[in-house]
């Protein structure tokens, strides 16, 4: 699979991505800081990267994937902008620097499996903050991941692109397997066929706040939905907390 063909199937699963509102949510965050250094962690192809470019912050990205990060480098290129882009692991950031905001959006945190490594990133971003900075990140609610995504078939169907994306229950309490089929159409006009299969888990609330303790993070603020009260039908959790 090319770079381009990866980074326009990843666009087309994102397309209704709240960017725009993780944007905002960001700006009232971060409204007492003075020109904050962001690491956005999890940037995938940089899209929200760009989104922070344009409204003025200096930012650099960090993700696992060295073909994502190929597609976020020339993005942002393409725009005439210049970013550091880092590839290791969010459960080990080595050699980075220091940040005075690390955000984790798009409910990347979801990918991680377990406790053990959930609580090991949250020591991470800790440690590449700067003293008084903050952390921003979401993740699904349980609520989302046992009413919205399990057992259930989401459908997509363009003149270029169509999948089939199945979610099933995980083998972790609080979690879904993603089985995406993708069908995209070559230069000769047949389509070709190909799959990715993905798994995500949340943890109660109660958990990430008691973690995010454990790592020495203050002032944790809990909100859903962008700066709504939880209720039990919240579908997305945000975390605010500072070093």
């Keep these: 699979m090319s770079y381009q063909r990866f980074a326009n199937i990843y666009d087309v699963l994102m397309e209704d991505a709240p960017y725009d509102e993780w944007l905002q949510f960001t700006k009232e965050k971060l409204a007492s800081h003075q020109k904050p250094q962001i690491l956005d962690v999890g940037c995938g192809t940089g899209e929200f990267i760009l989104y922070l470019k344009k409204a003025g912050y200096d930012v650099a990205g960090v993700d696992l994937s060295e073909n994502m990060l ?55 971003f800790y440690s590449v903050l700067q003293p008084g900075g903050q952390l921003l990140f979401d993740v699904h609610s349980i609520f989302k991941m046992e009413s919205i995504f399990k057992e259930q078939t989401f459908t997509y169907d363009s003149e270029e692109i169509a999948y089939i994306w199945q979610s099933f229950e995980g083998d972790h309490p609080f979690s879904v397997e993603h089985e995406l089929t993708f069908f995209v159409v070559e230069e000769n006009g047949l389509y070709r066929k190909f799959q990715e299969w993905h798994e995500q888990r949340t943890f109660p609330i109660e958990d990430y706040e008691r973690w995010l303790k454990d790592a020495g993070f203050t002032n944790i603020t809990i909100e859903a939905d962008f700066s709504k009260k939880v209720t039990e039908t919240s579908e997305r959790i945000f975390f605010t907390a500072r070093k």
């Design 70 to 124: 190929a597609i976020a480098h020339d993005k942002i290129t393409a725009q005439g902008l210049s970013v550091r882009l880092f590839e290791q692991d969010m459960r080990s950031l080595e050699n980075i620097g220091t940040f005075d905001v690390v955000t984790v959006f798009c409910d990347s945190l979801n990918y991680l499996q377990t406790e053990a490594d959930v609580q090991k990133s949250l020591r991470e």
